[in-house]
Structure formats: C-alpha cells, structure tokens
C-alpha cells in the first residue's frame, strides 16, 4: 500500500502512540495485558483514572512498540519485560497501539504501522483533578436518552475476556 494511502488508513483507525508516565499517587499504570494465543498482544482491561486511561490506552489495543521496539511479533514475555523495562527506567512508557480489529483488517490489506503516522498522546504529568474526584469501582445505573439531534449515544462498549461482559470506554462529551 502506497504511504499515502497508509496515512491515512491508519489515522482514519485511530493508530497512536500512547506516552505513559507514572504518577506518584497512583500504584502501577492502570492497564493489564493479554497473553494471546499469538501477537500482538493486547491490553485487556484499563483501569478508570488510571495513567493509562488518560494517555488515551484503550481496552483491546494491540501493542506493536514499546520505547520505540517493535514487539507486534514478540511473545508474551518479551512484551511483558519491555513494558517493565520501560517503567523502571523512569523516563514515559510509549507504547505505539492500534484497537485488534484495526489491526487485522489493515494488516489483511497490507498496510505499514509506520509509527511517524501516529497520533501522540501524552498523559498528563500528574494525576488530573477530576480523576481524584471520581470514585474508583463505584456501580452505578445511568439512564441515557437518545436527543434527537444525535445519531449515537457517545461512548463505545468493547466487549470482555472471552466475550463474557461488556465495557464502557471512551466516553465522548
């Protein structure tokens, strides 16, 4: 596939470069990985208010870097121990993802992961105000209308581990 037509495949499918750091009032990063039966591996659950969350970490992305490494062939260990590495060295945790079904259907048409086509986005170097002020793991019943000015309800649910349960993620304004 011609660069060109890669760009904009891959900005059209969301493909980012999540830059990750550490908050000092938060234990880990907030994101837990899959061991799939094959890579890429991918990002099982991101936890709210999480480090990961704010740097736009989505649940079912596939992870192809980490700082810069190519790990979308590299076995679940390998992976692991680049995240890891990447956290103890003190520095932003980049991890260049893209949601699994993006993956597949552009891989199918042969499009290159080129990481300069990514969108970058950094987490905040501190815990934002309204993530304190959010209770964490609290269940809770929304009621959502539809306006009749809008074609969608504003947030996407992905679905759990093994199909079993849904998810509410990105929530939109």
Not at 51 to 66: H, W
Not at 90 to 105: A, Q, S, T
Not at 121 to 147: G, H, Q, S, W
Request: glycine share 6%.
């Amino acid at each position: 596939m011609a660069n060109a037509d890669s760009k904009d495949a891959l900005e059209k499918h969301n493909f980012r470069l999540c830059r990750l750091c550490a908050w000092s009032n938060y234990v880990g990063l907030g994101f837990q990985l899959e061991n799939a039966p094959q890579p890429p591996h991918l990002v099982q659950i991101v936890d709210t208010n999480s480090p990961a969350s704010a740097g736009g970490l989505k649940i079912r992305d596939a992870i192809l870097a980490v700082n810069g490494e190519d790990v979308a062939d590299a076995n679940y260990q390998h992976v692991k121990t680049a995240i890891g590495n990447a956290k103890n060295s003190g520095g932003p945790i980049e991890l260049l993802v893209i949601e699994k079904r993006f993956y597949d259907l552009l891989s199918d048409k042969g499009v290159v992961f080129d990481p300069t086509y990514a969108r970058t986005i950094d987490t905040p170097a501190t815990m934002p105000v309204e993530f304190m002020n959010f209770p964490k793991y609290t269940p809770r019943t929304c009621d959502v209308r539809l306006n009749k000015a809008e074609d969608s309800f504003g947030f996407e649910i992905v679905n759990g581990e093994n199909d079993i349960g849904l998810f509410i993620q990105e929530v939109k304004p």
